[in-house]
């Protein structure tokens, strides 16, 4: 079984930053895409980012490419650096395992294993 914690979330002002962690355990790890995804009040969850299994790849949504970056080492964890955070940011961040072997996905039903998520909240 895979499991996923998330770590790093909290209250920033408006143009500051976060890194967000996420520990997978498990064996399967260099197997996976890994992905984060958020989730606002009232809102449908949203892709954020992913990232290859090998690292070398990473995809992001318009809403914060250039700002965020996601990363993942070749152990167990993946980060999300956000920079020049927005009041929009705001929302549960969680980070996702895709299945086996299957190629880079934006689709969180192409993702098998999530986290149970961190806040972050930017005040303007």
């Known amino acids: 079984q895979v499991q996923l914690v998330e770590s790093g979330g909290g209250v920033v002002q408006a143009g500051g930053s976060l890194r967000l962690s996420c520990e997978v355990s498990?064996?399967?790890?260099?197997?996976?895409?890994m992905g984060w995804f958020r989730q606002a009040p009232g809102m449908e969850r949203e892709f954020v980012a992913a990232i290859s299994r090998t690292g070398g790849t990473g995809v992001y949504a318009d809403s914060v490419k250039g700002r965020f970056a996601i990363t993942r080492d070749n152990t167990k964890n993946t980060y999300l650096q956000m920079n020049s955070l927005k009041p929009e940011d705001t929302a549960a961040y969680y980070c996702?395992?895709?299945?086996?072997?299957?190629?880079?996905?934006?689709?969180?039903?192409?993702?098998?294993?999530w986290g149970q998520g961190t806040q972050v909240t930017v005040s303007s």
């Open positions: 996702a395992a895709q299945r086996i072997l299957l190629p880079l996905s934006r689709s969180a039903g192409e993702y098998e294993f």
């Open positions: 498990g064996r399967t790890f260099s197997s996976r895409v």
